[in-house]
């Protein structure tokens, strides 16, 4: 079974540019989820799809944050602009509905200068 | 009060020692837990799950859940090198949302 795919692997950028990251999420799994983890702490839920719709999104900075799955497939996370307190790896998960086949992608890592 | 609280570490251990992971959570209705490995620069991978209480030993590892004091346990025995890593504790509901620790840092020293 492929595992998460997640593109670019790192990123970096300067502040006030935009950038988009994309996730392909497990064949069949129907709950996408967007992390943000930056260096030394736990993963913050950002936005949690099921399907084609929105579960979560309330720790989501929507006033520079986008994120779109369509086609309840492939996911694309957008910041614009970005602040260098984005710093940090932004990880994609999918689920089939329990949480024992939850599966992390392996990220991308953001650097804003 | 955060859902989940997790000990921050750094913790390092002689090789062959027994490692203590804990992390207490906050709400009762949490029926999954998971113990997440995760080395540096890769996602975090499930090591363990648990549903609702109890204990369950895979190998060198074992999990224990204590729902009456809301504490979740993750032991190592003969803790080898390619344990380093973080470990992230992390509970669930009935509604797949996830909530994780912070992770604790673990070094195995040869």
């Known amino acids: 079974e492929a595992g998460v795919a997640q593109s670019p692997r790192y990123k970096i950028i300067e502040k006030r540019q935009s950038v988009a990251f994309w996730c392909n999420p497990i064949?069949?799994?129907?709950?996408l989820y967007w992390y943000q983890q930056i260096l030394g702490q736990g993963p913050k839920l950002l936005i949690q799809?099921?399907?084609?719709?929105?579960?979560?999104d309330s720790q989501l900075p929507k006033d520079r944050f986008s994120a779109e799955r369509l086609k309840g497939v492939d996911s694309t996370l957008k910041i614009q602009p970005a602040k260098l307190e984005d710093s940090a790896v932004y990880l994609c998960?999918?689920?089939?509905?329990?949480?024992?086949?939850?599966?992390f992608g392996s990220g991308t890592r953001l650097t804003v200068v | 009060q955060k859902e989940v609280e997790q000990d921050p570490g750094p913790l390092s251990v002689p090789e062959g020692a027994i490692v203590s992971l804990n992390c207490t959570y906050s709400?009762?209705?949490?029926?999954?837990f998971m113990w997440y490995r995760q080395y540096s620069r890769k996602g975090p991978e499930l090591l363990m799950y648990?549903?609702?209480?109890g204990n369950k030993e895979d190998g060198r590892f074992t999990a224990q859940v204590d729902k009456s004091s809301k504490y979740i346990s993750l032991f190592i025995r003969d803790s080898q090198p390619s344990d380093s890593a973080t470990y992230l504790c992390?509970?669930?509901?009935?509604?797949?949302?996830?909530?994780f620790g912070t992770g604790t840092s673990l070094t195995v020293i040869p």
């Open positions: 998960a999918s689920s089939p509905g329990l949480p024992l086949g939850y599966t």
């Open positions: 064949s069949g799994h129907a709950t």
């Open positions: 799809f099921q399907n084609n719709g929105v579960v979560d």
């Open positions: 709400n009762s209705a949490f029926q999954y």
């Open positions: 648990t549903y609702s209480s």
């Open positions: 992390a509970t669930a509901n009935t509604g797949n949302q996830f909530y």
